[in-house]
């Protein structure tokens, strides 16, 4: 996968060089490009913002810098498919895991990190006539700028993609996975640790009762900390025990 990214503060991203996305890099599993915005801006002062049209507080990024850096950034393509635009903005549709999955198939992504008030609407519109164009919130508040925005994106999707976390399995029983429970409590060594004791069941070996009770403490947590996702559950996939949870 390739994955580039426009922002005014190409240091914001160091920490794609770390952990597993930096790993995915190093394996070259993952093709990741920082690009500074203020390259393509217009002026001495390389300025990127202006005052917003219909008065108001706070600054907007400007349609010309930004179409000029999408062009050249997406110009990469040659005759080939186009990148799918992501613009991280808090009045997007809510980024979720499906999401992610969903961006773990895309062969390139291009990310346009705003800032101040955010990016002039016509940018989006102009690059929809070109790419396929996202406009994502990671939740529902508000962040100075589309960096750590964009940087949970990648994360969840880079991990996902095959080979980058090493046991596959690992992303089998995870939180908002295909079962749409929230994932039961996990423990390790020592079994006692300042008085508190592992649950016996999981120190017994046996495998039927090990997943009954996962199941168990799984819907349990779900129930307290999300209704929502107990509401959404396809009332089909619940067993009898499920229910008396
Ligand atoms: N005026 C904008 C609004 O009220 O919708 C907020 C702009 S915010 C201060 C600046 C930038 O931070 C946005 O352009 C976006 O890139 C990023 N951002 C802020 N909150 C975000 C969120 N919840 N999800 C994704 N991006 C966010």
Same mark, same amino acid.
């Given at each position: ?158 991990? %996902?993609?095959?080979? /980058?976390?090493?046991? *596959?399995? +690992?992303? $089998?029983?995870?939180?908002?996975? @295909?079962?749409? #429970? %929230?994932?039961?409590? /996990?423990?390790?060594? *020592?079994? +006692?640790? $300042?008085?508190?004791?592992?649950? @016996?069941?999981? #120190? ?42």
């Amino acid at each position: 996968m390739k994955i580039d990214i426009v922002t005014i503060f190409p240091d914001y991203l160091a920490p794609l060089e770390l952990s597993l996305v930096g790993k995915a890099r190093e394996t070259g599993l993952l093709d990741v490009r920082v690009h500074d915005l203020r390259n393509w801006t217009h002026d001495r002062h390389r300025t990127v913002d202006d005052t917003p049209y219909g008065g108001g507080a706070g600054m907007v990024m400007k349609p010309d810098v930004w179409g000029d850096a999408l062009d050249d950034v997406a110009s990469d393509a040659g005759t080939g498919p186009a990148p799918r635009l992501i613009v991280p903005t808090p009045a997007g549709v809510p980024f979720t895991q499906g999401m992610a999955a969903e961006l773990a198939d895309e062969p390139w992504l291009v990310f346009a990190c705003g800032r101040y008030e955010g990016i002039d609407a016509r940018v989006v519109q102009d690059a929809a006539t070109r790419m396929r164009v996202s406009e994502i919130s990671i939740g529902d508040y508000v962040l100075n700028g589309g960096e750590v925005a964009a940087l949970v994106m990648i994360e969840a999707v880079v991990r %996902l993609l095959p080979g /980058v976390v090493g046991n *596959p399995e +690992s992303l $089998r029983e995870e939180s908002h996975g @295909e079962d749409g #429970l %929230l994932e039961y409590p /996990v423990y390790t060594k *020592p079994p +006692s640790w $300042r008085g508190l004791q592992v649950p @016996e069941v999981l #120190l017994s070996g046996h495998h039927g009762r090990v997943a009954r009770w996962r199941r168990d403490q799984a819907l349990r947590l779900t129930a307290q900390r999300r209704p929502d996702l107990i509401d959404k559950l396809d009332p089909d996939a619940l067993d009898d025990h499920d229910r008396s949870v």
